[in-house]
């Protein structure tokens, strides 16, 4: 028989405490987040996240715009050069060869100049905005009781996320109602805004959430302790509740196939990440860590250390990595989504037909909509890490504020 000699003992046993402690991380961040429901054979049936509410009110992003908005007024004013400020911040994002790139500069300032000489406290003190977004506040917390918004995963219905798509009902009682009661474009514009956006929001949360539970199944599965048919039905689970309402085909294919549909699903995203990743090599000079499956340190050909987003482009015209994290400007991730969030307002008041309103919109979303809730991931490695800052920047660009018990720690 043979004995480990001191120093191989020694080695062995450190290794073998920090596997041990890794775990326990693990374990302890997963439990603190996620419950399982099981039925009466001890197979889990559902997956829920304990951070996730019940409760719902829309004043948390009514103080969020209100703030931006004022803020974002205040530098206007205040900055001399604020225009050429963020033209610097976008130069390389909206960088296309000939007018298309100025052109859509052009769009973001010209948008934002629509919010410059808004009169805020008219609008957000008019006693009609204030009952409409009571009454979709009211309407909503009905329709959301209806649902429980801490699901994130079924394991025996192919069907449950399809047939709870409610809220979008409600908006559109919403927008109705804000027209018939508000003469004002000004609030007309920023009440419909509001309301488009909450909802968004509020569906946001479980899509975010998901995709931290995708980085504990990916990276941490044995630890876990499921078995292999449960992290396969969770997979699907979760990509049938992204199905759109309409799509009634994609949701025939997920029950016909629901022991591989998420896996099928999932890998396809790893797939095309690590191509668009190989595709785009040339702009880093350093690889470093690889976080889950969806994100990457790089240090670019500059010299700036990154964390990118493989599933997704920068924009519409970009499809290179979506930068997740600078560390050497950690605000910039942010300051950037507020600009285009701001934009997206300001775009409904410029003097332009409504398809070139919606097309000016949606390209400001390319930048952040997806790309924010793939995140969901990175947050959920730092959460693993102990890493209480990291966490906080990546809530702060989240930019949810529905979701206030994120960090629990």
Same mark, same amino acid.
């Given at each position: 028989m043979r004995f480990l000699r001191p120093k191989h003992f020694y080695t062995f046993f450190l290794s073998l405490f920090l596997l041990t402690q890794s775990a326990f991380a693990v374990n302890d961040a997963f439990e603190r987040r996620f419950h399982f429901i099981r039925n009466d054979s001890g197979e889990v049936v559902e997956v829920r996240d304990r951070s996730l509410s019940f409760r719902f009110s829309v004043r948390p992003y009514l103080e969020q715009i209100k703030r931006h908005l004022y803020e974002e007024q205040a530098m206007m004013a205040e900055k001399g050069d604020y225009y050429y400020e963020v033209e610097s911040l976008f130069a390389d994002d909206m960088y296309m060869a000939g007018e298309k790139s100025s052109e859509r500069m052009g769009l973001l300032i010209d948008s934002l100049k629509q919010i410059e000489d808004l009169d805020l406290d008219a609008i957000f003190n008019d006693p009609h905005f204030q009952e409409v977004i009571d009454k979709f506040e009211e309407r909503m917390a009905s329709a959301l009781s209806r649902i429980n918004p801490t699901v994130l995963a079924r394991l025996d219905d192919p069907t449950f996320f399809y047939y709870r798509h409610v809220t979008y009902q409600v908006v559109s009682w919403g927008l109705s109602l804000a027209k018939r009661m508000l003469s004002s474009v000004?609030?007309?514009?920023?009440?419909?805004?509001?309301?488009?956006?909450?909802? $968004?929001?509020?569906?946001?949360?479980?899509?975010?959430?998901?995709?931290? /539970?995708?980085?504990? /199944?990916?990276?941490?599965?044995?630890?876990?302790?499921?078995?292999?048919?449960?992290?396969?039905?969770? &997979?699907?689970?979760?990509?049938?509740?992204?199905?759109?309402?309409?799509?009634?085909?994609?949701?025939?294919?997920?029950?016909?196939?629901?022991?591989?549909?998420?896996?099928?699903?999932? &890998?396809?995203?790893?797939?095309?990440?690590?191509?668009?990743?190989?595709?785009?090599?040339?702009? &880093?000079?350093?690889?470093?860590?690889?976080?889950?499956?969806?994100?990457?340190?790089?240090?670019?050909? !500059?010299?700036?250390?990154?964390?990118? =987003? /493989?599933?997704?482009?920068?924009?519409?015209?970009?499809?290179?990595?979506?930068?997740?994290?600078? &560390? !050497?400007?950690? =605000? $910039?991730?942010?300051? $950037?989504?507020?600009?285009?969030? /701001?934009?997206?307002?300001g775009t409904s008041f410029l003097p332009i037909p409504q398809f070139m309103k919606d097309i000016a919109q949606s390209y400001f979303k390319s930048f952040y909509q997806s790309q924010k809730l793939t995140e969901g991931a990175l947050f959920a490695h730092f959460e693993v890490q102990g890493d209480r800052l990291m966490k906080e920047r990546l809530m702060v660009q989240y930019l949810n504020p529905f979701d206030s018990l994120l960090i629990f720690d």
């Open positions: 000004p609030a007309l514009n920023t009440a419909s805004y509001i309301l488009v956006e909450t909802e $968004k929001l509020i569906t946001e949360r479980r899509l975010y959430h998901q995709n931290m /539970l995708m980085h504990y /199944l990916q990276e941490h599965e044995e630890e876990i302790g499921l078995e292999a048919n449960e992290v396969d039905h969770i &997979y699907s689970s979760i990509f049938e509740s992204r199905i759109p309402w309409f799509a009634f085909w994609e949701s025939r294919r997920a029950r016909s196939n629901w022991d591989q549909y998420g896996i099928d699903n999932f &890998y396809s995203q790893v797939r095309a990440g690590n191509n668009r990743f190989r595709q785009n090599r040339h702009l &880093y000079a350093e690889r470093g860590v690889r976080h889950n499956y969806a994100f990457q340190d790089v240090v670019t050909q !500059d010299g700036n250390h990154l964390i990118v =987003n /493989l599933l997704d482009g920068d924009n519409f015209f970009n499809s290179s990595p979506a930068v997740a994290f600078d &560390y !050497d400007s950690p =605000n $910039k991730v942010v300051r $950037k989504r507020v600009l285009l969030q /701001l934009g997206g307002l």
